[in-house]
């Protein structure tokens, strides 16, 4: 298997990149450690925009204009799906539990928002109120994901502490959804995003965000 074919790496506006989303003109990015949301232009790789997170955004997706994030709240780190609003911040009163407590990437089909599992090694469709709806499994644990084109892809892996990462495609239109390894990513590599061309990812432990070309 092939390694993905990686065009940029930047430095971070933030230490421990953690969550990313393209909402077509900016890359939305948080920070693990210092609980903050960041709209980055990826022309000038400046920050144009920012606000404080409530809790640790471990996943975010852009969702008709807003943001939706998967915030690890309090000391147990328990897990909601949080509203945010560019320019204005998160709010207070939209805040849906996460079926099982658990749960970290999302992705936006244009009607319905799924949120991913890692070692679960789930994808589940949620409802308005945040209930599960279909649940996809998969053969690995998911530490990213992005829809694109019809398709769920996904950044995964079987064992966290190693640099055996992949780009896995997930088609869930047929009754058994077809699943495919891409590529390899041969990084730690934390959250995936679409810019409509190439796809991005965290190096989280080096600080850094990087583009890589889509796999024919």
């Known amino acids: 298997m092939k390694d993905i074919q990686e065009l940029q790496r930047l430095a971070s506006p933030t230490p421990k990149p953690q969550a990313l989303a393209w909402d077509g003109a900016m890359l939305w990015l948080s920070g693990r450690d210092n609980q903050r949301l960041f709209a980055v232009n990826p022309?000038?790789?400046?920050?144009?925009?920012?606000?404080?997170t409530p809790g640790?955004?471990?996943?975010?997706?852009?969702?008709?204009?807003?943001?939706?994030a998967v915030c690890g709240e309090t000391a147990e780190d328990h897990r909601f799906i949080r509203r945010c609003l560019p320019g204005h911040g998160f709010d207070e009163k939209f805040k849906l539990p996460c079926p099982d407590d658990m749960g970290?990437?999302?992705s936006f089909d244009g009607r319905t928002l799924y949120l991913s599992q890692w070692y679960p090694k789930k994808l589940i469709a949620l409802g308005d109120d945040g209930r599960a709806g279909r649940i996809i499994q998969v053969p690995h644990g998911i530490c990213g994901q992005v829809f694109v084109?019809?398709?769920?892809?996904?950044?995964t892996t079987d064992a966290e502490e190693t640099t055996d990462y992949w780009l896995?495609?997930?088609?869930?239109?047929?009754a058994t959804p077809k699943i495919e390894d891409l590529a390899?990513?041969?990084f730690q590599a934390r959250a995936l995003a679409f810019d409509g061309k190439n796809f991005w990812t965290n190096h989280r432990e080096q600080d850094q965000i990087v583009s890589f070309?889509?796999?024919?």
């Open 213 to 216: 070309a889509r796999p024919e």
């Open 56 to 68: 640790t955004a471990w996943g975010l997706a852009a969702v008709n204009g807003e943001l939706r």
């Open 168 to 174: 896995t495609r997930v088609d869930p239109r047929p």
């Open 149 to 155: 084109d019809g398709c769920f892809y996904l950044v």
């Open 184 to 186: 390899r990513i041969p």
């Open 104 to 106: 970290s990437h999302l």
């Open 43 to 52: 022309l000038t790789w400046t920050v144009g925009w920012e606000t404080a």
